[in-house]
């Protein structure tokens, strides 16, 4: 079987016209965001979509609950699509509405989204308190679950003390390292460091705004910085997480960055134009050629693709 190719995070426009980008351009897997913002009833109306969806293209994608699905998607020639959470709201001050998520058929969550959560810092606020006792609980009853903890969008200390609190591997799904592009969004090497040596994952974005160069950023220097990436903290923890936003309308974006949370009144604005070396699902396979032109073998370039992110589910979601 050919090596897995797999995307750590999209935020498409779910269509058909996805689906089938994502089978011209060899996707085998997809963690999906479902949601941001919201409560856990808006959190069930979503996954009534990916379910009707996944039944209307059956041919396409296939909803994805354990790790065994992975290779029953690639054998039918599907995408599995693993749904996240970029926000912890939906569970409240109720820890136990993080086994009712599981069993909606929720694989991913990040512990903060930008803002301080009850379980940790978001990355843009002015002091990063850390994990909470509840956010630890959270960590704890993550790992028990075998669901992905996601740390993208949360502050440095929060970051570390999540990957130290928590039994096993963690995820950054979406962002690139700061001494490549020194953006608030992006990892310092510190806590890259701690994400390696603790068997963790880092998918490395292509969203504009975490690029050296922004929407002009060639392939060519994404790729160095990953192989840089790779030469410091070593090509095992690395992966693509494309934070791809195809087709989203402007409103998607002001409801991603504020939610219900401000009362503030905010300039209209649009998602970046993205690069013209990723634009949808089809455009995977020269991300190969670019890594490959970088330096890498095309053993590590696979593992990058997606292999890395085979092995790391495995450790998370296959319990006992």
Request: aromatic share 8%; glycine share 10%.
């Amino acid at each position: 079987m050919m090596p897995l190719v797999m995307d750590g995070l999209q935020y498409a426009n779910w269509s058909e016209t996805v689906f089938r980008q994502m089978r011209q351009g060899g996707i085998d897997a997809v963690h999906a965001t479902v949601a941001y913002h919201g409560n856990f009833a808006e959190v069930e109306a979503a996954m009534a979509e990916w379910m009707l969806r996944c039944r209307r293209h059956r041919e396409l994608i296939l909803l994805a609950s354990e790790f065994a699905d992975l290779d029953r998607a690639r054998r039918s020639s599907r995408t599995a699509i693993f749904p996240g959470l970029q926000n912890p709201s939906p569970i409240g001050d109720d820890l136990s509405l993080l086994e009712a998520l599981y069993r909606l058929g929720v694989r991913f969550m990040q512990l903060t989204y930008n803002n301080q959560s009850l379980l940790g810092t978001g990355y843009m606020e002015a002091v990063d308190a850390g994990l909470t006792r509840m956010g630890r609980e959270a960590v704890a009853e993550m790992n028990r679950l075998g669901m992905v903890i996601d740390l993208s969008h949360a502050g440095p200390d929060t970051a570390l003390q999540a990957i130290e609190a928590s039994a096993g591997p963690v995820a950054i799904t979406h962002a690139n390292p700061q001494f490549w592009h020194p953006i608030g969004r992006n990892i310092p090497d510190h806590v890259l460091k701690a994400l390696a040596e603790s068997g963790g994952m880092l998918g490395l974005s292509l969203y504009p705004l975490h690029l050296a160069g922004g929407s002009g950023c060639p392939l060519d220097a994404f790729c160095g910085m990953a192989a840089e990436t790779a030469g410091r903290y070593g090509v095992e923890f690395l992966g693509i997480g494309s934070d791809l936003c195809q087709d989203r309308p402007a409103e998607s974006l002001r409801w991603m960055r504020y939610g219900r949370w401000s009362l503030k009144s905010v300039k209209e604005e649009a998602f970046p134009r993205p690069v013209s070396w990723f634009q949808d699902n089809r455009q995977f396979p020269g991300l190969a050629a670019g890594l490959r032109q970088a330096g890498f073998s095309e053993q590590d370039a696979a593992a990058v693709l997606g292999e890395n992110w085979h092995r790391f589910l495995r450790r998370v979601m296959v319990r006992g």
